[in-house]
Antibody, heavy 121, light 113 residues
Framework: QVQVVQSGAEVRKPGASVKVSCRPS????????LNWVRQAPGQGLEWVGW????????GSAEKFQGRVTLTADIAVDTAYMELFGLTSEDTATYYC??????????????WGQGTLVTVSS | DIVMTQSPDSLAVSLGEKVTITCKPS????????????LAWYQQKSGQPPKLLVY???TRESGVPDRFSGSGSGTDFSLTISALQAEDVAVYYC?????????FGQGTRLEIK
């Protein structure tokens, strides 16, 4: 059974950065891309980006480009999302999700429990 | 970016009644080489992460009750719950995976009347 376990909640001041980790289990880590999706309090879902653990390729939504780094370390079966230049608008729960590639891109079949990132002065 | 528009934003339905939620992408998400529409549906209960219900517009994920069904093609899709159960109270989202960025509908909140 696939499980995705994420690191714990974080509090940061505006302008700081945050790094969230994600460790899936129950399948071969390098075989599937991982995606990051965020959800602001009481709001909908917003896709942040993806990373291929096998070769390190990554991409993100245009609004996050230059501000997010998505990486994966196959030695420890862990993926990371680092977000820089935080503002209050980045306050959200960040989900790490396995992407099942089908056709062109992914549907998202196994979700982590979420990591709440709070940005506050 | 493909904009996903769901309707209604919220609805309240009696137990045992049928529920239909619609989702309209701003452009076709039909992928010719696989002859499939690249649309998924998710259920998010309060305080939990979303859960995959349906992919390829109409294929139920393993373990999802058969009262949930997806249908549609091109730019008109729907998720139907044949007979509402109390445990179906949640927010439902559609998502396209035809192009990047992946985009979601705004969500439909389902409650019991």
């Amino acid at each position: 059974q696939v499980q995705v376990v994420q690191s714990g909640a974080e509090v940061r001041k505006p302008g700081a950065s945050v790094k969230v980790s994600c460790r899936p289990s129950g399948y071969t880590f390098a075989s599937q891309d991982l995606n990051w999706v965020r959800q602001a309090p009481g709001q909908g879902l917003e896709w942040v980006g993806w990373v291929n653990p096998n070769n390190g390729d990554a991409g993100s939504a245009e609004k996050f480009q230059g501000r997010v780094t998505l990486t994966a370390d196959i030695a420890v079966d862990t993926a990371y999302m680092e977000l820089f230049g935080l503002t209050s608008e980045d306050t959200a729960t960040y989900y790490c999700v396995r992407g099942r590639r089908s056709g062109r891109y992914y549907y998202l079949d196994s979700w982590g429990q979420g990591t709440l990132v709070t940005v506050s002065s | 970016d493909i904009v996903m528009t769901q309707s209604p934003d919220s609805l309240a339905v009696s137990l045992g009644e049928k529920v239909t939620i619609t989702c309209k992408p701003s452009e076709s998400i039909y992928f010719g080489p696989s002859k499939r529409d690249l649309l998924a549906w998710y259920q998010q209960k309060s305080g939990q992460p979303p859960k995959l219900l349906v992919y390829w517009a109409s294929t139920r994920e393993s373990g999802v009750p058969d009262r949930f069904s997806g249908s549609g093609s091109g730019t008109d899709f729907s998720l139907t719950i044949s007979a509402l159960q109390a445990e179906d109270v949640a927010v439902y989202y559609c998502q396209q995976y035809f192009s990047l960025p992946l985009t979601f509908g705004q969500g439909t909140r389902l409650e019991i009347k």
